[in-house]
């Protein structure tokens, strides 16, 4: 007596999701779509149109080009999943024998230049910690990534605001950094203990977490654990909103979990 209109109710939903199929879903539909797409296959053959549209950047409007990794030069992408804003609100832990244990926010900014840059190409980066307490500025720090010519060999150059520079070398492995300071400098007036070397690690965790690792010697302890944090891919609640808005426009409510999967793996914002 109800098999019509439990049937009706099953072929409603099987219309539904299919109509998530090869033209709305924000999917790529092989290995080599991001490879197509910075080769301007996009544009050229409607297949790859078709088949790549996340990596063709067909779901939803595209970001800002300082964000966009398809927009990183050939020499950067081993550190493409560096781009973007990382924050972390009360998530650091900073030790060492000569201060006070403490916990601290800090935000991360890696972006390309928004105007062409000649010679070696480089990812723009930023610092700023604060404590937890009344949000007082701790530290801040501005400078450049850059990769070897057709290696995994990366230099991080600093200048920082307690009167440091310096410059960190080390290797790319997969979403792994690991970098060894090669040279320090420092302001004769600077409080702060000679640091005779420093090793960082930035790991990917997964696409909208990251977390660094820093380890110190200084002139009068040896090598050891001095700060820890994990960050997460934030913008404030306005471009969540906007960018929300712009996948339900856009995508059929069965695809939205993929739009946000979408932007947590390629935007700067973090979806909640």
């Not at 409607?46 to 990596?55: D, F, G, P, Q, T």
């Not at 000649?118 to 850059?146: D, R």
């Amino acid at each position: 007596m109800h098999s019509l209109p439990f049937a009706l109710i099953f072929l409603y939903m099987n219309l539904l999701y299919s109509s998530c199929g090869d033209t709305t879903s924000c999917t790529d539909y092989s290995s080599q779509c991001p490879d197509w797409a910075s080769g301007g296959q996009c544009e050229s053959s409607e297949w790859v149109m078709k088949n790549c549209r996340l990596s063709c950047r067909k779901c939803f409007g595209s970001l800002p080009k300082q964000y966009d990794k398809h927009y990183v030069p050939f020499d950067l992408k081993p550190i493409a999943f560096l781009l973007g804003r990382w924050r972390s609100e009360f998530g650091g832990k900073a030790r060492f024998p000569t201060i006070p244990n403490f916990t601290y926010g800090e935000q991360l900014d890696f972006k390309l230049s928004d105007t062409p840059l000649f010679g070696m190409p480089s990812m723009n980066y930023s610092a700023f910690a604060w404590g937890i307490n009344n949000k007082e500025s701790l530290h801040s720090e501005y400078g450049f990534f850059t990769v070897k010519n057709h290696t995994n060999t990366i230099g991080l150059t600093t200048v920082m605001s307690n009167g440091f520079t310096s410059v960190e070398e080390g290797q790319v492995s997969g979403n792994k950094i690991v970098l060894k300071l090669v040279d320090i400098g420092r302001i004769s007036w600077s409080r702060d203990l000679p640091v005779l070397d420093m090793i960082r690690e930035i790991t990917l965790i997964d696409p909208t977490t990251l977390e660094q690792r820093l380890q110190m010697e200084t002139l009068t302890h040896k090598m050891q654990d001095h700060t820890f944090i994990r960050y997460k891919k934030f913008s404030n609640s306005i471009q969540i909103v906007i960018v929300q808005r712009q996948c339900e426009a856009m995508l059929k409510i069965c695809c939205i979990e993929q739009c946000k999967f979408y932007i947590a793996e390629n935007a700067y914002v973090k979806i909640t």
